[in-house]
T-cell receptor, first 112, second 115 residues
């Protein structure tokens, strides 16, 4: 089955700096890669996703890049703010069952 | 549209007991997936139901089971509870699996504590 690895597990940045979280996946048939943000005590919420026919997607301060050849994708957050502090999960959907497999999460802390 | 709801939100049980958790998906969503979330383990997939049938299953023991009703509401059951079953159990609904891009919407979760 699919295996998704996510790095780093924790990340601290100064407010205004950029943050990058990286994920690799194993199933070359995977074709959908969402990112979820989970604030403390809350449910995971989709913040951005990318399809396999696209190399990059941006939404204001958030961007995701996908390299299908290398089987990795990354989340980029620019001009970080304290409210960006949360756990971020990457996921990959693939295989015949089209099941979502999640990475282990990254705790992002934005220091004021 | 109302979001995904889960009941109960908190539950305390003792070892050996069994527990049933409930999930109501977004109206019109026919697929419900269940995940176990523990510190450091991320979101571990339990199973997915669609049209009252289990469509996918993760690597969990047979003590974990589920079902889906005709109105798409789903329940999961854990029998013979163990201390290690303490976790946040999340369900997520999506419109129809098998179509491209299976966007999932999560419920608030049920926090299960096993003493």
């Amino acid at each position: 089955g699919e295996n998704v690895e996510q790095h780093p597990s924790t990340l601290s940045v100064q407010e205004g700096d950029s943050a990058v979280i990286k994920c690799t996946y194993s199933d070359s048939a995977s074709n959908y890669f969402p990112w979820y943000k989970q604030e403390l005590g809350k449910r995971p919420q989709l913040i951005i996703d990318i399809r396999s026919n696209v190399g990059e997607k941006k939404d204001q301060r958030i961007a995701v890049t996908l390299n299908k050849t290398a089987k990795h994708f990354s989340l980029h957050i620019t001009e970080t703010q304290p409210e960006d502090s949360a756990v971020y999960f990457c996921a990959a959907e693939g295989g015949s069952a089209r099941q979502l497999t999640f990475g282990s999460g990254t705790q992002l802390t934005v220091l004021p | 549209k109302a979001g995904v709801t889960q009941t109960p939100r908190y539950l305390i049980k003792t070892r050996g007991q069994q527990v049933t958790l409930s999930c109501s998906p977004i109206s019109g969503h026919r697929s419900v997936s269940w995940y176990q979330q523990t510190p450091g383990q991320g979101l571990q997939f339990l199973f997915e139901y669609f049209s009252e049938t289990q469509r996918n299953k993760g690597n969990f023991p047979g003590r974990f089971s589920g079902r889906q009703f005709s109105n798409s509401r789903s329940e999961m059951n854990v029998s013979t509870l163990e201390l290690g079953d303490s976790a946040l159990y999340l369900c997520a609904s999506s419109q129809t699996p098998g179509l491209s891009y299976n966007e999932q919407f999560f419920g608030p979760g049920t926090r299960l504590t096993v003493l």
